[in-house]
Antibody
Framework: QVQLVQSGAEVKKPGASVKVSCQAS????????MHWVRQAPGQGLEWMGW????????TCAQNFQDWVTLTRDTSISTAYMELRRLRSDDTAAYYCARARGSSNLDTFAIWGQGTMVTVSS | QSALTQPASVSGSPGQSVTLSCTGTSSDVGGYDFVSWYQQHPGKVPKLMIYEFIKRPSGVSNRFSGSKSGNTASLTISGLQAEDEADYYCSSYTSSSTWVFGGGTKLTVL
């Protein structure tokens, strides 16, 4: 079945970087856009960006454009989200979410289990 | 891109119907047919309930229905059940080729 498995929880110091992985299985990885969404403790969902795994083209929300990098490795069906210059308010669960269809107009239908990133000195 | 506007909380009694709203602008909700609704129980991953305003994924109860009027999308839950108590988020595609979420609504079943 379609599955997204994310990397484990991370604890980072302010100013550091973190790279979260999302390994896909059960479908053709390059056929569906992958989105990244975060949720701070007790807060709502925040869309970060998407990557077209086929072309590698990305689009990020304005809030994240200067400090988030989305990449993929098609040989291992894995998407990555790297967040730089971490601050304490980046403490959140980070989710990858596969689009329902093959377009960036398709909503996020399949979600990874989430990766908790804690930023603390 | 500003977040879509959702009421912070809504409540209803078992068996009743409740409607959750999601207000945006002509650059998102009002301009595209790509609005979705998600249900999230505490500590769980969000679950897609409605997409493209009115469509239900396979396996989602037909007690959940979506609609749109102008810049506002709505999610109606009929025959309210205890298991429906959760946070609900709307999301919309935007004119910037990005997506945006609402702030979320906490649904309480009395």
């Amino acid at each position: 079945q379609v599955q997204l498995v994310q990397s484990g929880a991370e604890v980072k110091k302010p100013g550091a970087s973190v790279k979260v992985s999302c390994q896909a299985s059960g479908y053709t990885f390059t056929g569906y856009y992958m989105h990244w969404v975060r949720q701070a403790p007790g807060q709502g969902l925040e869309w970060m960006g998407w990557i077209n795994p086929n072309s590698g083209v990305t689009t990020c929300a304005q809030n994240f454009q200067d400090w988030v990098t989305l990449t993929r490795d098609t040989s291992i069906s894995t998407a990555y989200m790297e967040l730089r210059r971490l601050r304490s308010d980046d403490t959140a669960a980070y989710y990858c979410a596969r689009a329902r269809g093959s377009s960036n107009l398709d909503t996020f239908a399949i979600w990874g289990q989430g990766t908790m990133v804690t930023v603390s000195s | 891109q500003s977040a879509l506007t959702q009421p912070a909380s809504v409540s209803g009694s078992p068996g009743q119907s409740v409607t959750l709203s999601c207000t945006g602008t002509s650059s998102d909700v009002g301009g595209y047919d790509f609005v979705s609704w998600y249900q999230q129980h505490p500590g769980k991953v969000p679950k897609l309930m409605i997409y493209e305003f009115i469509k239900r994924p396979s396996g989602v109860s037909n007690r959940f229905s979506g609609s749109k009027s102008g810049n506002t999308a709505s999610l109606t839950i009929s025959g309210l059940q205890a298991e429906d108590e959760a946070d609900y988020y709307c999301s919309s595609y935007t004119s910037s080729s990005t997506w945006v979420f609402g702030g979320g609504t906490k649904l309480t079943v009395l």
